[in-house]
């Protein structure tokens, strides 16, 4: 590491930020390019999680008020994240023209951190959902940095990252099924416990007045739509006007990138996981429900394999330890002054603050080890900056640039 810092001063000792963030232009032209620049990205970076929230309340499209809340929050993402991306360049600046020079351990980390602070102005909801995003891909990246065999199996084996995944499902659901509380997952936990006594040869007690069939064929289409959904606005959002100017152009694009993995996936692990519901529950084998939601739980887990990927693999690790300390603290065990003091913290802003911070970090210094999206994700919230800071960075690192 010493060796490492040692090189990058040498490299950058007579470079500035002009010559690293925004060659061609000086610190004030660049600040007034990153305030329009930081307008657009923040629209483009906010609008599928707009979007998506959207979709979450498709059955009360007919509310006037759904629409209003919806545009009001988008607004308010694009005001409150305008400073986030504009502030992480200014910080860049601010501290080179304070410091003279560029720190190796807080070269990008610092700025973007400092600009993340902000984020208390955002959403709860879209604060949260992003942190984990954010926060998952530093995961990701740690499993990819990790060296050693049995690292290196894991990583390439999709039977060992399937079981982990099953492991991990099995331990979500009866923890959801304790809580009784409306998270996003992969399935729904029944909010009533169902009673196994005299169930019939086709009908289970969690679902009256449909048969077993009709209730797994009823959640089959549910989740094949919400896959469907979240395939269309992963790829039309940032096309809007492709399918109005070239809609055969559209049409090619829409067929070669169906996500068949990610419906799959969705529709997998809630067929799995009604079918064991119902058939736990009709045969009779387990009354109680924690069992029978693990149960479930890990046998839906295999719809992994379906779509082995490093994103939906962290997914559950931060859900656990979120999920699993809301247990913790509505459990009669007992709990100390820190565990209290814990609790209070505003874990999600800090959360999202740090991982914002770290991977704009890692975007840029280790970028052959950053998940794809997050690059996707840096360069539409930043207009390109992001990829203009990375590439002058490995150009002078490399020594193409004197």
Known sequence: MGTLSKYFYEATRDKT????????CTCYEAGKIYIRQGVLGAMKHYLPGAATALLFRMNHWDDPEVWRSCVVQYVRCIVAGLPMTVGSFHFFCGFYNLLGRFSATFFVFLPSLLGACTCMFLPRSIVRAQGIGLFNMYIEFLIKRSRGRTMEMLRTSRLAGTLLFSAFSAAMMPALQYLQIDRFWFANVYKTSPSPQNPSKTHCTHHKGKSCLQHITLQIKRSFYFGLAIFLIKNIVPRLLLPFKQPTKFLRLMVSRFDYGLIGFFVGYKALYEICNCMLIRNNITTNPLVRASIAGFASGAAYCLYPNYMLFTYPITELIEVYWLVYMRSNLPKPGLARVVDRLPTALLAYAFSLGMMYHLRVVYPYYTNRYCHKLMDNG????????????????????S
């Open 17 to 24: 930020c002009r010559d690293m963030l925004h060659p061609g």
């Open 382 to 401: 930043t207009s390109g900056r992001s990829e203009t800071l990375a590439r002058g960075y490995a150009e002078i690192m490399m020594g193409y640039r």
